[in-house]
């Protein structure tokens, strides 16, 4: 019999060609703004050669009202704003649906849809604060928008509220290399901000695989989590301060560079995962760790998600300080990667299997953590806990296996409709969601060759106990909903999970946030909420219960 490194190396030189280009740093590659390819991604969803306009939201969840406390804009509100902007910052339709407002409109799902005729592009923080004043003096709800690349809904108006886009907010203020601190605007694209660090021998503490679109201001607003929290923690401890404006214009500026500092209550957290409710954030100050000298990444395939369990006891116990990420993904999030080829993708593992891991250690000295992985993986082969592993020899290689994983999101997204839920969970019962909600539906007669469901998917961040289930189906459909919540909000409650791990509440949660928090700390969020913003114009009808 071969020895387990043997095999590995075998396997990975049989299917990792070295020849494909992928850059690193476009591993998803989304769409810009207002490109011609926008009216496939907003606004007009594409289900093979028919083109179907995205519904209303407003049409779609009726129980919505527009709130009446806020004015229509009129044209007298228009021209005041154009005097608070620079010259091409105000965007105005002729009607909801001018294409040049769609992308705006539209959410990346193609599943929410505004009918917002204004959106306005402030250039400094200065005219954020301006703007913001006068739409809380004149009563006209207000919906900040970073990449768009929100998955529950939050991004987008449901009415006419304006859309305050950080598109042109988007310089580095200022960079220390010794303590790693990095100050920027709001609307500074991730991808841009890795890109900048890169040069400078660091990198940012979050990847996702939206980092093409979404903005700093955005990862901040939702508390992203992403693919590097395993190793760097959350926005809560990167994050080392904040620039917001309120809703009254005033500019609540702490851009701290200090780790420490224990002066009062510490405000910025409450705009971390505020998702555009209490304020508009426009600059970020963040803790950037160096670049790691050695990088490895291997994709395993196992049998059971019990094999994945004992894989990460295992990574945990072995490669402990260099392990910096654990993703899983379950066959039929393969076969969907597979099946719309995204970026070319193929599987380098000579066959199927159950589940995938993708398992990534950084660290400072390659020949140790070369040594570390090996013998880890060896192990797992020889326990029979894994099946067959690659292990890449080079960066474009690395790249090619990343974007197995971070492919997945936009294989969803191409079936057609796709539901998308954020649950952390303990792991023993991880997947057990995906099994009874797959169950559930193929009871229900919804699942299966020919029907309205075409796919349930589990994939993850194994690491930090957060599952993707994805359910994808022929187009979005009231009675499809109503199979899956509230069961899956129900289940993750059950077992003392949380209904949104990364990707915020938005207008998809916000009715369900109580299965997840007390009604004490609901009726506590609705203060601090009528603290920040007395006339409720930030982004309404979301994130808390109407
Ligand atoms: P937007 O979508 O524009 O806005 C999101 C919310 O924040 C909205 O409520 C908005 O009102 C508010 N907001 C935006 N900017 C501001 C601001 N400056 N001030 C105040 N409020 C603001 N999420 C993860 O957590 N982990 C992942 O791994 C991940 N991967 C993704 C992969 C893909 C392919 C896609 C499409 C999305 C992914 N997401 C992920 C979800 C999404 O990308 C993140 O939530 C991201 O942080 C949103 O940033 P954005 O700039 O696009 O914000
Ligand atoms: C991911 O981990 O890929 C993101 O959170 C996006 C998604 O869940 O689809
Ligand atoms: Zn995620």
Redesign the pocket.
């Known amino acids: 019999m071969l020895a387990a490194r043997t095999r590995l190396a075998q396997s990975l030189g049989a299917a990792l060609p070295r020849t494909t280009t992928l850059a690193r740093l476009g591993r998803?590659h989304?769409p810009a703004l207002s490109t011609s390819s926008f009216l496939a991604r907003r606004g007009f969803a594409t289900t093979g050669a028919e083109e179907k306009t995205v519904p209303y939201t407003a049409d779609k969840l009726t129980y919505l009202k527009r709130d009446p406390a806020f004015n229509q804009i009129t044209e007298e509100h228009v021209a005041h704003l154009r005097t608070l902007l620079s010259p091409g910052s105000l965007l105005v339709g002729q009607s909801d649906n001018d294409n040049d407002l769609l992308p705006y409109n539209t959410?990346?799902m193609n599943k929410y849809r505004g009918k917002s005729q204004i959106v306005v592009r402030p250039r400094t923080t200065e005219e954020v604060s301006k703007v913001l004043a006068y739409c809380n003096e004149q009563r006209l709800a207000v919906?900040?928008?970073?990449?768009?690349?929100?998955?529950v809904g939050?991004?987008v108006p449901v009415f006419d509220e304006i859309v305050l886009s950080?598109n042109l907010l988007n310089k580095v203020r200022k960079f220390d290399p010794i303590s790693g601190t990095l100050v920027c605007d709001?609307?500074c694209i991730l991808e841009s901000l890795e890109n900048y660090l890169g040069d400078r021998g660091h990198i940012m503490p979050l990847d996702?695989?939206?980092k093409g679109?979404?903005?700093?201001?955005?990862?901040?607003?939702?508390?992203?989590?992403?693919?590097r929290l395993l190793r760097y923690g959350s926005l809560h401890g990167t994050v080392l301060g904040l620039e917001?404006v309120l809703p009254d214009g005033t500019v609540l500026e702490n851009l701290s560079t200090l780790r420490k500092d224990n002066t009062g209550y510490d405000l910025k957290q409450l705009?971390i995962g505020?998702?555009?409710?209490l304020?508009?954030?426009?600059g970020v100050s963040i803790l950037t760790p160096k670049k790691p000298n050695a990088v490895n990444v291997a994709l395993v395939g196992l049998k059971s998600f019990e094999h994945v369990q004992q894989a990460f006891l295992g990574a945990r116990e072995n490669l402990s300080e260099i392990l910096s990420a654990f993703e899983c993904w379950d066959k039929s999030a393969a076969h969907l990667v597979q099946a719309h080829s995204v970026q070319g993708n193929r599987n380098p593992l000579a066959e199927e299997h159950p589940f995938y891991v993708l398992l990534e250690t950084s660290g400072s000295n390659k020949e140790h953590d070369d040594e570390k992985l090996g013998a880890y993986l060896e192990k797992l082969m020889e326990n029979e806990i894994i099946d067959d592993g690659v292990i890449a020899q080079d960066a474009t290689q690395i790249l090619n296996l990343w974007s197995l994983r971070?492919s997945i999101?936009?294989a969803c997204s191409k079936s057609g409709a796709v539901y998308k839920y954020d649950i952390s969970m303990p792991l023993p019962v991880f997947y057990q969601m995906v099994e009874d909600v797959r169950a559930r539906l193929t009871a229900a007669g919804v699942y299966g060759p020919e029907k309205m469901v075409t796919d349930v998917i589990g994939y993850g961040?194994v690491g930090d106990g957060n599952l993707h289930l994805n359910i994808t189906a022929k187009k979005y459909d009231g009675e499809i909903t109503k199979l899956i919540e509230p069961y899956v909000y129900e289940w993750a409650a059950k077992y003392s999970g949380s209904i949104s791990a990364?990707?915020?509440l938005?207008l998809m949660k916000a009715p369900y946030v109580g299965y997840s928090k007390s009604g004490p700390m609901i009726d506590m969020m609705k203060r601090i909420k009528k603290v920040f913003d007395p006339h409720g114009i930030m982004?309404p009808y979301?994130?808390l219960p109407q």
């Open positions: 998803v989304l959410d990346w919906v900040p928008q970073g990449g768009n690349t929100g998955l939050g991004s950080t709001a609307g996702l695989g939206a679109s979404c903005h700093i201001g955005g990862n901040v607003a939702t508390n992203a989590g992403g693919l917001v705009f505020s998702e555009g409710t304020g508009i954030i426009t971070e999101p936009e961040h990364e990707h915020g938005g982004n979301k994130f």
